[in-house]
């Protein structure tokens, strides 16, 4: 967890160091440019990191959905399955 908490400050201290957030258009910077509703003050980095993060663990749920499985190394003989010929009602 901290290697992510870490990459996900370096991407937002970067960020914030470019100083071209409020003209971006991704997620990110749409976070960075907005204030918080309760407080009118600008999100904290801790926040917008947490948030970013749960991205990045949302999107792990999908993406074995949307990739084909790998083929996997195997040794010995190969096995062939021979499914039924389905019938005509």
Do not use: C, W
Not at 48 to 74: K, Q, V, Y
Request: hydrophobic share 35%; proline share 11%.
């Amino acid at each position: 967890m901290k290697v992510l908490h870490e990459f996900i400050d370096n991407i937002i201290n970067e960020r914030k160091a470019a100083g071209d957030h409020a003209s971006r258009k991704d997620l990110l910077s749409r976070f960075m440019s907005v204030n918080n509703p309760d407080t009118e003050e600008p999100f904290t980095d801790e926040y917008i990191r947490d948030i970013i993060l749960n991205f990045f663990i949302a999107g792990r749920g999908d993406l074995p959905i949307l990739l084909p499985p790998a083929p996997l190394p195997h040794k010995g003989p190969t096995l062939t399955l021979t499914l039924p010929q389905q019938r005509q009602p």
